[in-house]
């Protein structure tokens, strides 16, 4: 959207105050980011601050982008809000409005990387060469698609060295193909928003929960869970998207248009999945300095999982078939895309 100087007095109207520094003299547009996350998670912190000054550098200042502090809306809704105008530019989970994406399934299975770096780069490699043929992100322009870092398995009690040490589990998951590989794995699901999984695990409404281990410390999970268990390339991953409104983006310079692109896209993947691994890193840390016993999963616990979530990748293939992307293919590119940025 076209904004001039009144452009923070048009803010304050909205509810929302913004993160980010003052316009400069030069700005002429400001993007306003949808956000439903705290400042200091990596998604805000170290993905769309970075990209929102890249974005000023790229354009000369011409665009400047500003990233709201009060949410607009709850997380399954931001695709339709960015679509409706309601802001410029937001992020959202693909599997938080389930049935909707139907190809994102392709980068939340397992065994596929230990990097979002290198997934998240592949991911969008594979979706502007095939994927984007269906169409889903339709009404909006598409900036980029990334994954978090590789989902782990966290108890409170239990220590898991096999599958059958799943069976009967109360695990808190997502939806999407994680609800379905935890369903192959023995294990009871337990929804719940991740704000309230400390509550549940610390009163023993659930076991557990399958999460990245950036988002344990971030949640304080860290304190009440005692076992972590990694899976050889993760045991699933969470598909994201960035996307800007049409009429924004319509409305900017064919030039303010490629300076944008140059940082959105591949560069943008590329940046969040860094953030991401650096994010699960630091909570590796903590975790280990906080007691919790953390390993990987055996030869013979891998032989195990890949057992029982064989063919999981079937109900990507048989969606693509339906949107006439050769699904087989798509899966082959992201297999070698991401040994190509491993």
């Known amino acids: 959207m076209r904004k001039l100087f009144g452009v ?26 949808s956000n439903w996350l705290p400042p200091s998670h990596p998604i805000v912190r ?27 809306g709850k997380p399954p809704a931001q695709f339709d809000l960015i679509r409706s105008g309601a802001a410029d530019v937001g992020y959202g989970v693909h599997g938080y409005t389930p049935g909707r994406f139907k190809l994102t399934p392709i980068v939340e299975g397992p065994f596929l990387s230990d990097s979002a770096e290198a997934l998240s780069v592949a991911y969008w490699r594979v979706q502007e060469a095939m994927l984007e043929a269906a169409d889903e992100h339709n009404g909006v322009k ?15 009690d239990t220590p898991v060295s096999s ?22 794995l023995g294990m009871v699901g337990v929804q719940a928003p991740s704000p309230q999984v400390y509550e549940i695990l610390a009163n023993g409404v659930a076991d557990g929960i399958l999460f990245p281990a950036e988002s344990v410390p971030f949640f304080r999970i860290d304190e009440v869970v005692r076992n972590g268990v990694s899976v050889p390339g993760g045991l699933y ?4 998207f960035v996307v800007m409104n049409r009429r924004t983006w319509d409305g900017l310079s064919e030039e303010d248009k490629a300076a944008i692109d140059s940082v959105s896209g591949e560069a943008m993947a590329r940046l969040a999945g860094q953030a991401w691994d650096a994010a699960d890193a630091a909570g590796t840390k ?11 999963a055996d030869a013979a616990m891998t032989a195990e999982l890949e057992e029982e979530l064989a ?3 079937q109900g990507f293939l048989d969606a693509a078939a339906k949107s006439g992307v ?13 040994a190509k940025a491993q």
């Open 8 to 33: 923070l007095a048009t803010l304050a109207t909205i509810g929302g105050a913004v993160v980010g520094t003052a316009l400069p003299a030069s700005a002429e547009t400001t993007l306003r980011v």
């Open 46 to 72: 170290d993905i769309l601050a970075p990209w929102g000054e890249q974005v000023s550098e790229a354009t000369d200042g011409r665009v400047t982008v500003e990233i709201m502090t009060s949410p607009i």
């Open 142 to 156: 598409l900036l980029t698609v990334f994954t978090h870092g590789p989902g782990m398995i966290y108890t409170t």
């Open 163 to 184: 599958v059958s040490d799943l069976a009967g589990l109360k695990m808190r998951i997502g939806g999407g193909v994680v609800a379905k590989i935890a369903e192959r």
């Open 237 to 240: 991953n969470t598909s994201f």
């Open 286 to 296: 903590v975790m280990s300095d906080k007691g919790v016993a953390l390993s990987q």
């Open 311 to 313: 063919g999981i990748e």
């Open 326 to 338: 050769d699904g087989a293919a798509a899966l082959e590119m992201l297999r070698a895309e991401i």
